[in-house]
Every structure is written in structure tokens, then in C-alpha cells.
């Protein structure tokens, strides 16, 4: 879509000049102008998902014609109609190849030059500073005295109307220099930015995110960002920011201050894609990030999301959450090993280095963090021009799922899953999420003595729910089991042979990211 701006034209002169009746009172007239499995992280390449017109100018002032009317100077050359030049529409942001209309353009002599101390108004002269034209007296008297009159007041006027134009013009130079307007910024009011305001809650969240590098052992890396979890100095990050530092490698915490600590990693989680890591010799007085809860998030609240898109640390965006609960499988497009959540979904721009960074709500506390985003067509691939830029489609994971990972981390050191000990398939899209035929390796699909042995389950049974939440497929299945703790008791309905049954299943557990 592009958008036109449409010029007003400057009416073209009259070919001679009217004869004002009288000289009117008056001052210069004003001018007046017219989500599937190619999600992707979003900072490392090749992982996968991540406002003229014219007008005119005169001024008139009053003047008495002198006791003898002065004889008529000869009519001069006349002012013709000059041609219009034509000005470009303006032109539209971010429309490339759009085009905009073209308006009517003021002449092509425009602005004319500044008026002499006697211009002819009065006169048949041609223009600007040309005096009326002299010429022999009429061979007879003319029956026009009355003209003559009030063309020698129309003169005086002119005379005494653009003194004071002139006069005032320089003044104006005098007093503000050089012709300038324009009023400082120090005469405006004071700018107040209220406590809730996207300003307020950034610049109190910044100094409590950071800017992760992570240098591999073979000099490979990259740049993500995570935020305080607590006073101790924990810092919260995805997985995928931190893999490749995590064994023999270097990784830096850069806070919004510029200063810069040495940092570990306490534990990772792929399949949840969190990893927490420590500062080695953290500052006094760390402030963590306040957190909300994930769980009462509603459509089209508010976000603020913080990172280092890009590389460019300490960037804020805004949005809203545009979804709930959406399943999002995510990983680096190297191996089955994917991550998987039923993501905050939200329009803030999130970019490639935006990954473990905070997605606050209005009122600062971390919902989310963000991890993936949707990649426009044929992008994220490969290193360098290969990525893909926000297309407003980023996910987070939940915060709530989030500390429950974390808090295992920490205690623990490895994740703990959540399981209904069956296999699926993974196949995306569906009526549901089917337990498979076997496990893989030779193991069963459905674990002996499991709850979902337990339950009753079965392979070819088909799963189309889980708890309320509707399943059509196996990520969606594992997306929804792992928002819940091991001992949670689900309601999972399935249907075998066409029929529709429903069981309640116990959750197991699953420790470490080795099975």
C-alpha cells in the first residue's frame, strides 16, 4: 500500500495587475498548505527457529492620495501566468518499490526575493523592486481623476506597507539570529514519564539484564542474553546460548553498565531449553528480575522484551501477547535433540540474540523468557546473511515453567521431565498424538509398569486430549506434559477402534537429557 501527499498550486498572476477601489485596511495576509517444527532460536545461524501547499503573501496598509492626482503612468508589461513545476508525493516508509502521487508545485520563481522599500503594488510594473514605469502625459485630460486617486493612495500604501513588512523582517533577523524560529527545547515543559510507562519499566529492568558471550574452546561462539534470577548471582539463559561454552569454554556476562564478570554453568536442560549459570565473583547488590506468573497472562497484554539483537546489547521492544499455550518444538537443526514448550507467543520484535532474554509485562515482572522465533520463508539458514529478522512471530517460555527448571538446576544441578512412559509419533499436524508401535532400539512404546501402562494405554491409541487442552500431535502432547511436575495427575483422552475413552495418568519422571 503506498500513500499520497498531494501539493496546493500557487494560482497563477493575473495577466495585469487589478485597480484596488481603495487602499484596505489590513495585515499580510497568513499562508495555509494542505509455529511448527521449524521454529528457530533466534541467535545462532543454521538453528532452526529462531508524512504542501502554497500560499500567498501580501500586506496592505492606508494611505491618503494627494491633493492633485498624479498623472497615470502608462500601463506596463503585464505579469503572465507562469508554469507550475511539479513536486514529488512524499514518499511512503517502508513501501519499497511503492509510489506516490505527484502534486501542483508553487512557481517556479518561488519564494520571491525580499520586497525593495518601495515595491509597486500600485504600478503596472512587471514585479518585484521594478518601479512604475515613466511616460509622456496623456496628449488630453482624461475624465479619471477619481482612478488616478486611488492608484496614488494604492502607491502609498504599497510604500508605507512594505516599509513596515521590511522593518519587521529585520527586526526579526536582529532578535533571534540569522532569521530562525525555531524555539528551544529548554522553553519547553519538562517531560514526565509515569511510573508504568515502557520507559520507566526498561530502565528499571536494564540494569538486571546481561549480555551473554560464549566462546566455544575452538574459538566459535555467540552473543545471547540472560537476566539476574537471584541475589546469590544466578543468571537465567536458554540452553542453546550457552552449549557451546559449556564444556572447556569461555562465557562473559556483560551488564547494562558496561562492566563485565566471569560466569559457569550450574545446569543445563535442552529439552526445556534453560540453562542457569553462576558469576564467578558476582558485584554486591544485584537486583533480580521480579516474576509474574505466566499462568494468568492474557491475550493482548502488554510486553517488553529486552536483549541484545544482533549483538546490540541493552535493546527494548514492545508488544503484546498474541497467543497462549502455543506448541513450539525448537533446536539447532543438527539433530532430533529438539526443545520443546507451550510458548508465550508475542509480536515484540525479537531477534537473533534476543534469545534467554526477559519478555516483561506492563508492569516489569519476567513472564517469559524469550527463546524462538518463526523465521520468514527460506530464512535461518546457514552463518552470516543467512538469518532471519523478526516477522513479529516470537515465542518464550513460560516463566512459571521456566523457575521450575531452574530451581532443579540449581538444587540438582540436571532437569528432571515430567512423563506418561510412552513413545509417539512425532509426525506434525493430526488428529491427535498416536502412541507408536514400539519404542525404538527394541524397547516397548509403551514402558512396562508406566503410568501410561497403568492407565490402561496402548500402542496405536490415539491421544486428543490432555487435560482440556487439545492434542494434534506428538510435539503438542510433550509441549503439554511438560508445563506439569512429576506426580501431577492428568486426564488424557484417547480414542482406539473409533471409540473415545478417557483415563487418568499418573506423571513419572525422567532425569537428565542422556535418555
Do not use: C
Not at 517444527?37 to 500567498?56: H, I, L, N, T, V
Not at 509597486?120 to 515613466?134: D, I, K, L, T, V
Not at 535461518?380 to 512459571?400: E, R, V
Not at 530451581?407 to 512425532?426: D, F, N, R
Amino acid at each position: 500500500m503506498s500513500t499520497e501527499n498531494e501539493g496546493t498550486a500557487v494560482p497563477s498572476a493575473p495577466s495585469v495587475p487589478p485597480v484596488p477601489v481603495a487602499a484596505p485596511d489590513g495585515t499580510p495576509a497568513s499562508a495555509s498548505g494542505g509455529l511448527p517444527q521449524d521454529q528457530r532460536y533466534p541467535d545462532q545461524p543454521g538453528r532452526s527457529s529462531e508524512p504542501g501547499g502554497a500560499g500567498g503573501f501580501g500586506g496592505t496598509a492606508q494611505g491618503s492620495p494627494p491633493a492633485q492626482p498624479p498623472s497615470v503612468p502608462p500601463s506596463g508589461p503585464g505579469q503572465g501566468s507562469e508554469p507550475t513545476t511539479p513536486l514529488p508525493g512524499a514518499v511512503p516508509a517502508y513501501y519499497p518499490g511503492s509510489t506516490g502521487s505527484t502534486g501542483s508545485a508553487p512557481d517556479a520563481g518561488w519564494p520571491p526575493p525580499p520586497p525593495p522599500a518601495q515595491p509597486s503594488y500600485g504600478g503596472g510594473g512587471g514585479g518585484w523592486g521594478e518601479p512604475p514605469a515613466s511616460g509622456p502625459k496623456p496628449s488630453r485630460k482624461r475624465p479619471g481623476g477619481l482612478i488616478a486617486a486611488v492608484l496614488a493612495a494604492a502607491l502609498v500604501a504599497g510604500v508605507v506597507g512594505g516599509g513596515i513588512g521590511y522593518w519587521a523582517a529585520d527586526r526579526n533577523d536582529d532578535s533571534v539570529g540569522g532569521g530562525s524560529t525555531t524555539v528551544s527545547a529548554a522553553d519547553a515543559p519538562a517531560l514526565k514519564r509515569e511510573a508504568g510507562s515502557t520507559a520507566a519499566v526498561a530502565g528499571k529492568a536494564l540494569p538486571s539484564v546481561v549480555t551473554i558471550t560464549a566462546q566455544a574452546q575452538g574459538g566459535d561462539g555467540g552473543t545471547g542474553t540472560g537476566f539476574v534470577y537471584d541475589k546469590q548471582g544466578h543468571i537465567l539463559t536458554n540452553n542453546h546460548v550457552v552449549a557451546s561454552a559449556a564444556d572447556g569454554g569461555d562465557l562473559t556476562a556483560t551488564f547494562s553498565n558496561g562492566k563485565e564478570y566471569g560466569a559457569e554453568v550450574v545446569g543445563r536442560a535442552e529439552g526445556y531449553d534453560v540453562a542457569v549459570l553462576k558469576l564467578k565473583d558476582p558485584p554486591s547488590g544485584l537486583k533480580p528480575l521480579a516474576l509474574g506468573n505466566s499462568d494468568k497472562v492474557a491475550v493482548g497484554d502488554s510486553t517488553i522484551a529486552i536483549g541484545a539483537p544482533f549483538g546490540l546489547s541493552n535493546t527494548v521492544t514492545t508488544g503484546i501477547i498474541s497467543a497462549k499455550n502455543r506448541p513450539v518444538a525448537s533446536g539447532d537443526g543438527s539433530s532430533d535433540k529438539n526443545s520443546y514448550m507451550s510458548a508465550l507467543q508475542t509480536d515484540a520484535s525479537i531477534n537473533p540474540g534476543n534469545s534467554g532474554g526477559p519478555l516483561l509485562d506492563a508492569r516489569g515482572a519476567v513472564i517469559g523468557m524469550n527463546s524462538a522465533i518463526q523465521p520468514s520463508g527460506g530464512g535461518g539458514g546457514g552463518g552470516g546473511g543467512g538469518q532471519s529478522g523478526s516477522i513479529g512471530l516470537g515465542f518464550a517460555i513460560p516463566i512459571n515453567q521456566a523457575k521450575n527448571v531452574a530451581e532443579q538446576l540449581i538444587k540438582t544441578g540436571q532437569p528432571v521431565y515430567p512423563v506418561i512412559g510412552a513413545t509417539v509419533s512425532m509426525a506434525e499436524g493430526g488428529d491427535g498424538a498416536t502412541i507408536s508401535g514400539d519404542g525404538g532400539g527394541g524397547t516397548p512404546a509403551v514402558t512396562p509398569d508406566g503410568p501410561a501402562a497403568k492407565a490402561g494405554l496402548k500402542s496405536g491409541d490415539v491421544i486428543t486430549k490432555f487435560n482440556d487442552v487439545p492434542i494434534d500431535s506428538g510435539p503438542t502432547l510433550i509441549s503439554e506434559i511438560w508445563t506439569h511436575k512429576p506426580g501431577d495427575k492428568i486426564k488424557i483422552t484417547y480414542t482406539r477402534d473409533g471409540k473415545e475413552s478417557q483415563v487418568e495418568v499418573t506423571l513419572g519422571e525422567r532425569k537428565g537429557d542422556s535418555q
